[in-house]
């Protein structure tokens, strides 16, 4: 080999060889939205479990707090009737009382129940996919502005 040799540059002279590579980008594309995918897809059942193991020890604990506080919440208003019993002379009026005492925060609290928000659901994976159609629009606006 001399120093003097040159290579021919390697022309393109086919269309079958311009399209065998197009067909392998488009498969290296594909393999590569799959893999990506399939990544998404499992951060999603992570986040999943997470979430309902997180919601099933929330409502073990609500409902353990839930009997406990309706039995001091019994007694609380036992004792209120009692007491009112005594001041007012009348079983009926203190029990009267005692229920529209409970009945209003109960409706307030309902009602309050109702308009509250859950917590959004796989708020990770969301922002991933958000990234992804960013990068992809940036992407696709970068080949348009090429052609």
Partial sequence: ?????????KVITTLQEQGGDLVDDVRKAARYTASHARSLLAL???ELAEYVAQQSRRAVLFAA???MLLFAYALLC?????VL???????AVSVAIVLLLNAVP???LAMMAL??????LAESTRRELKNDLECLRILLSNEK???
């Fill in 44 to 46: 999603l059942k992570v």
């Fill in 115 to 120: 308009r509250a928000k859950p917590a959004p």
């Fill in 78 to 82: 036992v004792w209120l009737c009692v």
């Fill in 65 to 67: 707090a839930g009997v």
């Fill in 85 to 91: 019993n005594m001041w007012l002379a009348s079983w």
């Fill in 145 to 147: 502005t090429k052609s």
């Fill in 1 to 9: 080999m001399s120093l003097f040799s040159f290579r021919k540059p």
């Fill in 106 to 108: 109960g409706l307030i």
